[in-house]
């Protein structure tokens, strides 16, 4: 599989389970930050009442494709490129827009971005499920997830585990309340938003 990615292969079937409980039959999926499709090849396979719409930045729309056709089901449906703070010219609208491990690796720019370029696709009363590590008033959850930053940061000086508040008061901003903020393994939680 190309741009295989440790993470994903470890935290596949517990987002599952999560997501098990908050799709419904009929959904339609919007996933920002696809890589390798790893999370939509086994969402798919085990859901198959579900349509899935995998998204990454250009550079990566050709191994994300050429991994939905090598292990793909029907219900996987072919890349599309989205780039957050660049325009987006797609119409389409979703029952869910799902992201796992991407605001903590975008600038704080781009998570702006994120929110006010994922709004208008959701359906009112869709959901926003948004997956990763997440201070609280300032504090690691962890502290390997302190190391977690340091890593990223030296890595790239824009990143870094952003604020629960601050991503509280960005979807509040966009018309979106919280439904639950469920704790993962590993130190990461699923934030669960639903559009007014």
């Excluded at 409980?21 to 798919?44: M, N, P, T, W, Y």
């Excluded at 939905?68 to 219900?75: A, C, K, L, P, V």
């Excluded at 827009?97 to 370029?117: D, G, K, Y």
């Excluded at 990223?152 to 008061?169: H, M, P, V, Y």
Aim: hydrophobic share 40%.
């Amino acid at each position: 599989m190309l741009n295989f990615s440790p993470s994903c292969e470890r935290n596949k079937d517990v987002i599952l389970a999560q997501l098990s409980k908050l799709l419904k039959a009929g959904d339609r999926v919007l996933e920002i930050g696809s890589l390798s499709g790893q999370h939509a090849l086994h969402f798919c396979a085990q859901r198959a009442e579900i349509t899935w719409q995998c998204s990454d930045i250009e550079e990566n729309i050709a191994s994300l494709a050429q991994n939905i056709t090598d292990y793909g089901s029907e219900n996987c449906l072919a890349p599309i490129a989205l780039t957050l703070g660049q325009p987006w010219h797609y119409q389409e609208s979703y029952d869910v827009v799902f992201t796992a491990n991407t605001l903590h690796i975008v600038s704080p720019i781009l998570v702006e971005s994120f929110f006010r370029q994922v709004s208008p696709l959701i359906k009112p009363d869709g959901l926003m499920l948004i997956y990763g590590p997440f201070k609280y008033q300032g504090q690691f959850t962890s502290p390997s997830n302190g190391e977690f930053e340091l890593w990223l940061k030296d890595r790239d000086s824009q990143s870094g585990i952003r604020d629960f508040e601050w991503i509280a008061e960005l979807a509040q901003q966009q018309g979106f309340e919280l439904v639950s903020d469920i704790n993962m393994p590993a130190n990461n939680q699923l934030l669960v938003w639903r559009k007014k």
